[in-house]
């Protein structure tokens, strides 16, 4: 199981689609729709003709959708699916009500994915229409099953690649690179657990310029946390934030901060979205939003960065691209502000020694 | 390799005297043939096929063939260089050759799969394909009663047209999951519908959960709606331990529903089964079936099924137009009109199970309609075997 650490990272990175997903509001009706069309059009035309056929059961009103699949369809193909569907429900003017929300007035509908030996059979049940007062109808399509491969192979659009940049015996929770904005050379930033370190090129490598201590949360805290925000021009670490100048290689100021509460968020159930550390991208690929999450193992295994793409919130995240291998957990990634490139840090476990990498994601298209 | 089934001839013009022995001489057709017609019939001369028979015992009830790889086969000489296969051995005669490696292939009945596995048995099962189900055959005694006196036949009309109410009560009150937890060992699936959910897909629409205590209120209700002058007899397969030990449950669920059936073994019921429809068997309201399904495509075998259930009404269900291939939505809608009817009520499917040496190499059981893989077979003769006195 993942420390807290990683739960937390996790309920951050949550939150921050959340955000996204408010900030992309107003678009999402149209983004429902778009997900059809990232289906085999087989595979489109069978969501649309159970949607159809709902519609021909039942007047439009507020239903809510429960799902389960029994299929050998993987998890992100389900909810692209589901998707699909709840899209084409909102086409005939269903109100899809949250789960838990509105169930008492709301219809409950069960889509069932299952499958043959020749093929994929998808099934709506409406569970409590009592309109009729008869036995309500089961609606039953077909889909081919060929098409599954060719809607894996569309999704491999992104292409992640990573690039080693330090390493040291002690954990740190943050790195950045950055180019001294008078000298033009290069200056390396760690954030560690108690210190602050500006490093400057010297041969190959790197040499310490200055360290600046850093004050420490009461009681202090084994799953410590940090971030460097180079656009803002501070450290946030839990509980305090340091500001210094605008490459932040010089003195800092410390001033504690309140943590992030996270009270009255709205829990919204996200298809596909892992529970592991993750983090989104600044650039989007093929209209798409790019998040990159690990593995979802523990600190005592091997981990893995991979990609998912999502039109928006709650839409699924459908994974995208290659897999980058680790040899130890990946304890922390960073998004940049504008590039599309992750900050990593790794705990290797055959070294034993904390690593920093830069990987990138590139759309392929 | 051996075979349950004792097999009287390999002579296409002698009929085989129960389905098992049908299946059997099925199997060895296959490899001795080249290959079989549109019709299924097999095509060739006996010996065009991957193996040809070299020789042919008869001991008692006990048969065994010997069958030697074809160099000149058309799509290839077989691995191995023959097989000999043993047929009309039992159950526990088999498990016994195959620990002591007197054979390298067996069928296992389903029941005593999980128990020939702990004893370190080497097991192959297949997708459950063969339906045990309970047929009511009410409908095809009809034709008899208006031969026999008048109240016996007003007797048998009352009854049948009391079965889909029967049929109902039953089908509440028996316990399928523990059919399939106890007496097959969890080897299978309980059934609710007419086809398996790997081969349709819509199986778990028809649900086949233990009985709950509304279930068995209701088939009390239904059981003193019907009253009926006596006990329903539910006939069985005399030679088949697993049909009696079904049909001995479904007497006691029965009765937890306050119902009266009483199991009545057919001696050859096997074979009678085998000649077509279900319900030659005399004296009986209701007999278990054992349907292996035709083919994996779920429009095949439910029109096969159809024909078996509906042999002398075929019309009025439409069974003979049904096609083959028909939509997942069709098919569902034809079970559901059948199952209505409570003719028949399914139990359980059953895989086949197969118990193999360690040195077989290359085995896959078969699924419906296929035939033994016996010409992709190979023996890893390097593959050390325990027997009683040592390695091998």
Redesign the interface.
């Known amino acids: 199981m993942r420390p807290s650490c990683r739960f937390l990272l996790t309920i951050r990175v949550a939150l921050y689609t959340i955000l996204i997903g408010l900030f992309v509001g107003a678009t999402s009706r149209a983004s429902d729709a778009q997900a059809t069309s990232t289906l085999p059009k087989p595979w489109n035309d069978a969501t649309a003709r159970l949607a159809d056929e709902v519609a021909a059961a039942l007047s439009p009103t507020s239903v809510t959708l429960d799902v389960e699949n029994?299929?050998s369809l993987d998890d992100a193909a389900a909810a692209t699916i589901e998707a699909a569907i709840r899209a084409q429900l909102q086409r005939h003017s269903f109100s899809l009500a949250p789960e838990n929300a509105a169930a008492q007035s709301a219809i409950r509908l069960q889509l069932?994915l299952?499958?043959?030996?020749?093929?994929?059979?998808w099934?709506i049940?409406i569970l409590n229409d009592q309109s009729s007062g008869t036995a309500a109808p089961?609606m039953?399509?077909?889909a081919p099953k060929a098409d599954f491969a060719d809607a894996g192979a569309e999704a491999r659009s992104l292409s992640l690649e990573k690039r080693f940049v330090w390493k040291q015996p002690g954990k740190f929770l943050d790195f950045a690179l950055l180019k001294d904005s008078i000298s033009g050379e290069s200056i390396l930033l760690v954030l560690e657990t108690d210190h602050f370190a500006v490093y400057k090129p010297s041969g190959a490598g790197w040499q310490l310029f200055r360290t600046s201590p850093l004050p420490q949360a009461t009681p202090p805290s084994r799953d410590a946390q940090g971030t460097i925000m180079l656009k803002e021009g501070k450290i946030s670490l839990q509980g305090f934030e340091c500001f210094g100048d605008s490459d932040l290689a010089g003195v800092l100021r410390c001033n504690a901060s309140k943590p992030i509460q996270s009270v009255g968020a709205v829990r919204m159930k996200i298809p596909g979205f892992p529970t592991s550390v993750g983090t989104d991208v600044a650039q989007k690929c093929r209209g798409e939003f790019v998040f990159l999450f690990t593995a979802e193992g523990d600190w005592t295994q091997p981990d893995s960065i991979s990609g998912r793409l999502t039109k928006g919130i709650p839409l699924p995240l459908v994974p995208s691209g290659n897999t980058l291998e680790f040899d130890g957990p990946v304890m922390a990634l960073h998004s940049g502000p504008e590039d599309s490139s992750v900050r990593a840090i790794l705990h290797n476990l055959k070294s034993g020694e904390y690593e920093a990498y830069v990987v990138t994601a590139t759309c392929n298209n | 390799m051996e075979i349950g089934a004792a097999v009287a001839s390999l002579d296409p013009d002698v009929p085989a005297a129960t389905p098992e022995e049908a299946t059997a001489k099925l199997q060895i057709d296959s490899l001795i043939f080249d290959h079989r017609d549109a019709d299924g019939a097999f095509a060739g001369a006996a010996g065009s096929g991957a193996f040809r028979v070299t020789s042919w015992e008869a001991a008692g009830r006990a048969t065994l063939a010997v069958l030697a790889a074809n160099e000149e086969f058309r799509e290839g000489r077989p691995f191995v260089d023959s097989i000999e296969i043993t047929t009309g051995r039992a159950a526990r005669e088999r498990l016994v050759d195959l620990e002591l490696n007197k054979a390298d292939l067996t069928e296992i009945a389903p029941q005593d799969a999980r128990r020939a596995a702990e004893q370190g048995v080497r097991i192959s099962a297949s997708q459950p394909d063969e339906l045990l189900a309970l047929v009511f055959v009410g409908g095809n005694a009809k034709a008899d009663a208006v031969t026999k006196a008048a109240s016996q036949a007003n007797e048998q009309a009352r009854r049948a047209s009391a079965e889909p109410a029967m049929g109902q009560a039953l089908s509440l009150a028996i316990d399928r999951v523990a059919i399939v937890n106890f007496i097959l060992q969890k080897t299978g699936e309980a059934a609710g519908g007419l086809l398996p959910q790997w081969s349709s897909g819509t199986a778990f629409l028809f649900p086949a959960a233990a009985p709950s205590a509304g279930d068995l209120e209701h088939a009390k209700e239904l059981w003193k709606q019907i009253a009926p002058s006596g006990a329903l007899v539910l006939g069985y397969d005399s030679a088949d331990p697993l049909e009696q030990s079904v049909a001995e449950r479904i007497v006691v669920n029965a009765k937890e529903a306050g119902m009266s059936v009483r199991a009545q073994p057919i001696p050859g019921a096997g074979a009678q089964k085998s000649r077509g429809a279900a319900g030659q068997a005399p004296r009986v309201d209701m007999e278990l079936v054992r349907w292996r399904m035709t083919s994996p495509l779920p429009g095949v075998t439910l029109k096969d099924f159809l024909t078996r259930i509906y042999s002398e009404f075929l019309a009025s269900f439409g069974a003979a137009a049904f096609p083959e291939i028909a939509s997942p939505e069709d098919i569902y809608k034809q079970q559901r009109v059948v199952l209505s009817t409570y003719r028949v009520v399914p139990l359980v499917w059953l895989p086949q199970v197969y118990g193999l040496s360690a040195r077989v190499r290359d085995w896959k059981a078969p699924g419906p309609g296929e035939n033994w893989p016996l010409a992709d077979v190979w023996l890893d003769t390097e593959t050390p075997t325990l027997t009683p006195t040592g390695v091998q």
């Open positions: 029994i299929s069932s299952s499958e043959s030996v020749a093929e994929y059979v099934v049940q089961l039953i399509v077909a």
